[in-house]
């Protein structure tokens, strides 16, 4: 499965599941900053449709909203 978190350092929801991610030990997320990435937000809102944040793309499907998110996450341990 493949996971990737589109995140802005300004957001307070993006730090919300960055400290999930955190707490967790989980390592298996690519971080995408829109901010520091030139690439970043035209993905995000390509594939996304939109650029809200944070986005975490699960095998390219994204979920938006920080607490569906660390639900999500919860949920789908790492092995």
């Known amino acids: 499965m493949?996971?990737?978190l589109f995140k802005k350092e300004s957001?307070?929801?993006c730090q919300r599941?960055?400290?999930?991610?955190?707490?967790?030990?989980r390592?298996?997320?690519?971080?995408?900053?829109?901010v520091h990435e030139p690439e970043a937000p035209?993905?995000?809102?390509?594939v996304g449709g939109k650029?809200?944040?944070?986005?975490?793309f699960i095998d390219g499907t994204p979920m938006y909203?920080?607490?569906?998110?660390?639900?999500?996450?919860?949920?789908h341990p790492t092995a």
């Open 11 to 13: 957001c307070p929801y």
């Open 65 to 75: 909203e920080s607490l569906d998110i660390i639900e999500w996450l919860k949920a």
């Open 27 to 34: 390592e298996d997320v690519v971080l995408r900053d829109i």
């Open 42 to 46: 035209r993905t995000l809102l390509e």
């Open 51 to 56: 650029k809200q944040v944070p986005c975490l």
């Open 2 to 4: 493949t996971l990737g």
């Open 17 to 25: 599941v960055m400290g999930y991610l955190a707490a967790a030990g």
